[in-house]
């Protein structure tokens, strides 16, 4: 047939379609912040840093006293833990032009999103770098350096890690201590087999479960399985990945707050009031409190990049 009318004739009038709504980028939710279970309770004054103090258990006494001669004093002692807050933060700035011809009818509540989501982010890498800091950074292998792709995580590792922490008095959280693992090594002690091994967590009747992205209570922890756990790229030996596990107890992790993080509309201070800026903001420092109550333990995946 002829003359008939296609998009080529009036292609003037067809134009490429785009979804209105935009979406976000995949995310993790934050893990480590929520353990940061030790707060300032009761501050001298406003100042940094901020110090909390430990007392130290007296010595044991088993030797009998004499009857006629006195007992010599025993001193008090104490230890400290210091806590040192600094400024974090950051901002981002639209432009007048910008948000006028922006076609996202959202696009005021989509920024804050990604704002705030930096923001959780942010405070929960600072959270788990302190808890990187402790001196209980333990391995499958020898070393981190030692590791190949072999060296994976096994129930009865977990188990010794238990048996290292209640050894030490390190107190639960809710019948159990937490254990924030990566899902590649998740993987590895799920797929092992024979008795002692995985228990489903459906199988537990668990109706505590409090925890962001808790997977279930096995071996005496309650797993919390992240992508946020740290891997060290050919941490290992040869190209292997290493992992790392973090093993909580109650009080592993301190919090000192100056001022609290929170999302900051900026001032909008140019002549035309165009830039209008949107950040967050926070005065706060992390730091292991209990350094016993803390383990790191680092392995290879059997699925990670170990080649």
């Given at each position: ?26 995310r ?81 509540a ?24 402790t ?58 087999t ?42 290992g ?48 420092g ?22």
């Amino acid at each position: 047939m002829a003359n008939e009318t296609t998009t080529t004739t009036l292609s003037n009038q067809i134009a490429a379609a785009y979804d209105t709504t935009a979406r976000f980028a995949l995310r993790s939710i934050p893990v480590f912040d929520q353990f940061a279970t030790v707060k300032a309770g009761s501050l001298t004054n406003p100042g940094t840093p901020v110090t909390f103090h430990i007392w130290t258990d007296l010595a044991t006494q088993t030797s009998s006293l004499n009857e006629v001669t006195d007992v010599t004093p025993v001193q008090l002692g104490s230890t400290t833990v210091t806590v040192t807050p600094a400024e974090k933060g950051m901002t981002t700035v639209t432009t007048a032009k910008l948000r006028a011809d922006t076609m996202l009818p959202a696009f005021n509540a989509d920024q804050a999103n990604v704002v705030a989501y930096n923001m959780a982010r942010s405070v929960d890498e600072l959270a788990r770098t302190a808890i990187e800091g402790t001196t209980n950074e333990v391995y499958v292998a020898a070393s981190e350096a030692a590791t190949v792709a072999g060296d994976i995580v096994t129930a009865d590792r977990f188990r010794q890690e238990k048996a290292e922490l209640r050894g030490d008095n390190v107190m639960e959280f809710g019948g159990g201590y937490a254990a924030i693992i990566h899902p590649d090594v998740s993987y590895d002690l799920k797929s092992e087999t024979g008795d002692g091994a995985w228990i489903a967590p459906a199988q537990y009747v668990n109706t505590d479960k409090i925890y962001n992205d808790e997977i279930g209570k096995f071996a005496g922890f309650r797993f919390i399985e992240s992508p946020l756990a740290k891997i060290t790229t050919d941490g290992g030996s040869g190209t292997v990945d290493t992992y790392r596990t973090y093993l909580l107890g109650q009080e592993a992790l301190a919090k000192a707050v100056s001022i609290p993080v929170g999302i900051v509309p900026g001032p909008v201070t140019d002549y035309l009031k165009r830039l209008v800026p949107l950040g967050w903001y926070g005065y706060f420092g992390h730091d292991t409190f209990r350094d016993e109550a803390a383990r790191v333990l680092v392995s290879a995946s059997s699925i990670g990049a170990n080649s």
